[in-house]
């Protein structure tokens, strides 16, 4: 499909998820969401700063803890969703510091708009847009983070050149993603619930790698923290359960899905 149409599918699917309309993405339906977070690397300090709202259970590592904040940074982070990671960087940010939190689902937004007032945290503002395009200015923003949600994108190149761009000299970014150690069956690869569910979309390691490299960030390390909850045979998410139905093979996809934290400076 072309970039518009695969954009359009995604932000109704999540926009679903905001509403509760259907099950979590990739792995998590059915989990406890406070559990799930912490199978992942989220403490139960953390925990205790976001709003039990704001966990929707959509990710697939701790970019946050592993981002080293600092007290008046500027923080960003690319699809935040109901704003889990957001709550959390700006308790590490202080009052002096601030997070904006970009995503493309009007319902995501609302949703973490309402957390926000609900648990009167002032250091965080939501915007609406996509991270191809991103609503944040040159130069501005001091770390770049993200979980589980640039696999999503059709135009992944761009999303790291307007990284680039937003980051202020000596910026750095520390994203938490899905990517793949060998290529998909080709039946993954067209599924768009495959796509939504954060596998059909992700990059080989080796390309990923190189397509950060080429928004000119520097030291670009990608990191391996473990295999997917998408690929897992016992998992209790519909579009997880979706791809290995449709594979006829639960082995096939073993050792090929991972999680990865993607570092790099500007």
């Known amino acids: 499909m072309d970039k518009?149409?695969?954009?359009?599918?995604?932000?109704?699917?999540?926009?679903?998820?905001?509403?509760r309309q259907e099950g979590c993405g990739c792995g998590t339906s059915g989990a406890d969401p406070k559990e799930f977070a912490k199978s992942i690397?989220?403490?139960?300090?953390?925990?205790?700063?976001?709003?039990?709202?704001?966990?929707?259970?959509?990710?697939?590592?701790n970019p946050t803890a592993l981002a080293?904040?600092?007290?008046?940074?500027?923080?960003l982070?690319?699809?935040s969703g109901a704003g889990?990671?957001?709550?959390?960087?700006?308790?590490r940010v202080g009052p002096k510091g601030k997070v904006i939190g970009v995503d493309m689902t009007p319902e995501m937004v609302e949703k973490a708009r309402a957390n926000a007032t609900k648990s009167g945290v002032e250091n965080v503002e939501f915007?609406?847009?996509?991270i191809e395009n991103l609503p944040v200015g040159d130069n501005s923003v001091d770390v770049v983070i993200s979980n589980c949600v640039i696999n999503l994108s059709a135009d992944k190149p761009r999303v790291f050149r307007e990284v680039y761009?937003?980051?202020?000299?000596?910026?750095?970014?520390?994203?938490?993603?899905?990517?793949?150690?060998k290529d998909l069956p080709e039946n993954v690869r067209n599924s768009m619930e495959a796509y939504v569910?954060?596998?059909?979309?992700?990059?080989?390691?080796?390309?990923?790698?190189?397509?950060?490299?080429?928004?000119?960030?520097?030291?670009v390390r990608l990191t391996v923290k473990g295999s997917s909850d998408c690929v897992d045979p016992d998992t209790r998410d519909p579009i997880g359960r979706a791809i290995l139905d449709a594979l006829g093979d639960e082995n096939s996809l073993k050792g090929c899905v991972v999680s990865v934290l993607v570092e790099g400076y500007k």
Do not use: H, W
């Open 197 to 219: 569910g954060c596998v059909g979309g992700a990059m080989l390691i080796d390309e990923y790698k190189k397509t950060v490299e080429a928004s000119m960030l520097k030291d």
């Open 84 to 91: 889990f990671d957001c709550f959390l960087a700006a308790s």
């Open 127 to 130: 915007r609406l847009g996509e």
């Open 77 to 79: 982070d690319l699809g």
């Open 165 to 181: 761009r937003v980051l202020k000299p000596g910026g750095r970014i520390a994203i938490s993603d899905i990517a793949l150690l």
């Open 4 to 19: 518009v149409t695969t954009g359009k599918i995604v932000r109704e699917a999540y926009g679903k998820i905001a509403q």
């Open 41 to 61: 690397g989220y403490s139960e300090r953390e925990l205790a700063v976001i709003p039990n709202e704001a966990n929707l259970a959509l990710s697939c590592g």
């Open 68 to 75: 080293g904040l600092r007290e008046g940074e500027v923080v």
